[in-house]
């Protein structure tokens, strides 16, 4: 088990997404993943936004970020298990893709918290202009190395030129970015006013979540310091001129977090569990539309 030193937290008094100081309590979360320590998350009275209150401050939270699983690489070498692994992680990415691509033809793309640069790296595969941002270190060492291109910080957003991408994506990342207003208003600057802005984030209204509730391997706290569902992404974005345009499954994500949450119950069998959780879900899904984790697609709003 790990242990943070010092921990530092900072408590909200307002909602982040609309601004209410009306809050109640919603759940207290273990950390499974890292420190075993207990989150509570706040909800908010008026848009029912749910959001990790207290959370870490900036000079304490890369201490819950260290493990040697949480940014995954490309596997090396040859095994049966990497080989599925990294065919796996292809089928994805290529995914990912097509859906975000579609009706597009190539440009300049921007993805924010890029990781070991899987995405990039096939964007640049596809003839795509790539520019990259990415907290950690190491990350961000890999991915510039692997796709030969300097990946940037956080605070660097602010050198990229105005109105100069046709694509901004963001995987799984939003939930990890503590002042959401200045990250919208730097997408809305970035961003083309013909271009695309993807935002990929687990929902807590899907069947595993509700399924595995406080151990449900997607809260992820203090990690995740926002949830969102659909109507809650849709009220930020739209508060910094951004319209839905469609929202779309990540199926694969249903097998994944049930597997991590059987893990985290210490279930016996629990692969096999997890495989029939993650059916279940995506199968309900198909009518509730509430997947385990959605790709939302937004446009710029034109007020000018
Ligand atoms: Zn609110």
Excluded at 65 to 77: E, I, L, V
Excluded at 116 to 145: H, M, Q
Excluded at 207 to 218: E, I, Q, R, S
Aim: aromatic residues 14%; contains cysteine; positive net charge.
């Amino acid at each position: 088990m790990f242990h943070v030193k010092q921990d530092i937290l900072i408590t909200r008094k307002y909602c982040p997404v609309c601004g209410n100081d009306s809050l109640k309590q919603h759940s207290v979360i273990k950390d499974y993943f890292l420190t075993r320590k207990e989150f509570s998350i706040s909800q908010c009275k008026e848009c029912n936004f749910l959001f990790t209150n207290p959370y870490p401050d900036e000079s304490v939270i890369s201490d819950y970020y260290r493990s040697d699983s949480y940014f995954s690489h490309p596997k090396s070498g040859f095994s049966i298990f990497s080989f599925v692994y990294n065919l796996i992680r292809r089928y994805n990415i290529k995914n990912k893709y097509r859906v975000v691509t579609d009706g597009i033809k190539v440009g300049n793309v921007l993805d924010i918290g890029c990781g070991s640069g899987d995405f990039l790296n096939f964007c640049k595969e596809k003839n795509w202009n790539i520019s990259g941002v990415e907290p950690n270190t190491e990350a961000r060492e890999f991915a510039s190395k692997r796709i030969g291109k300097e990946i940037f910080q956080p605070n660097q957003q602010k050198y990229f030129k105005s109105h100069s991408f046709d694509l901004i994506t963001l995987w799984h990342v939003l939930e990890h970015i503590d002042d959401l207003d200045m990250q919208f208003d730097e997408i809305r600057r970035l961003l083309k006013k013909s271009g695309r802005l993807v935002i990929a984030l687990p929902n807590y209204k899907s069947y595993d979540a509700v399924f595995y509730g406080n151990t449900w391997a997607a809260w992820d706290v203090p990690r995740h310091l926002h949830h969102f569902d659909k109507s809650t992404i849709s009220l930020l974005a739209k508060r910094h001129g951004f319209i839905l345009q469609r929202s779309l499954p990540m199926v694969w994500d249903a097998f994944y977090v049930s597997l991590l949450s059987e893990k985290y119950r210490n279930s016996r069998l629990y692969p096999l569990k997890a495989f029939l959780n993650g059916c279940k879900s995506n199968n309900k899904a198909k009518k509730s539309q509430e997947y385990s984790s959605l790709i939302y697609i937004f446009t710029p709003e034109n007020i000018d």
